[in-house]
């Protein structure tokens, strides 16, 4: 069974997406969710689903405390699921290739420091792209620069607002992370 960690910053529906898909899983399970934010909807959902969970300060992110509890965990994936720090270089280092993240955009473009949630959105409607979509790469040290595992696209030409295509992409979002994540562990992709 290869355990998976969870960052997420606020209300959590990627990440509730992906402790209920594993949950009936024989590969693979949901073992913590840390979260930056101690009024993080995502910790009421770990709660719900009995999962152990952790809220930390930026310094401890930043100073090894949140290294030295996940390797109590022995994550064989890391998955940050709408989290919203630069992640630190020392767990990048501990865990090559297994830190990962969900982008709301067709990456490279709307990528980078200060392009998330609705700001991503509202880019993409200004620009009057014809599409967006999501990327699932893994994380470097540079916002959203990681290699691409995972992209797939939407049509967004009759959305008017940013809540529209938040929306559009969002369903991509729960529809797909949860199954890359299960094909990155089994070793199928």
Known sequence: MKNIVLFASGGGS???QIMRYFL???AAKVVLVLTNNTNAGVLQKAA???IPKLA????????GFVLRHLQAFNPSLIVLAGFLLKFPADIIAAYPGRVINI???LLPAYGGKGMYGIHVHRAVLENKER???ITIHYVNDNYDEGNIIFQQAVAIEECLTAEEVALKV????HEHFPVVIEQLVNGTM
């Not at 930390?56 to 100073?63: A, M, P, Q, S, V």
């Not at 969002?170 to 979002?173: D, F, N, Q, T, V």
């Open 48 to 50: 719900h689903y009995n």
């Open 131 to 133: 599409e967006s979509g």
């Open 24 to 26: 009936q899983s024989n």
């Open 56 to 63: 930390f300060t930026k310094d401890e992110l930043n100073n």
């Open 103 to 105: 982008h709301p955009a």
């Open 170 to 173: 969002l369903a991509l979002e």
């Open 14 to 16: 990627n990440a509730e």
